[in-house]
């Protein structure tokens, strides 16, 4: 981690880089880490919570 670094994300929505992104999924593994999805302040709000992600993972 470099100090002082923003962290920056895609929207993925707007396929838009955000240095300020909210987290719109939590995607979990079975095992080992899951990952988050992320949208920017302005697509968040448009952004349909989704379905049952876990029950694709199966
Ligand atoms: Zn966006």
Known sequence: MTAGRR??????RCEGLTTDPVIVSEVHA???P???VYACTE????IP???DVLDLLE
């Open 49 to 51: 919570k989704p379905p």
């Open 34 to 36: 899951g990952f988050n």
């Open 43 to 46: 697509c968040a709000p448009h």
């Open 7 to 12: 962290p920056v994300r895609m929207c993925v």
């Open 30 to 32: 079975g095992s080992g």
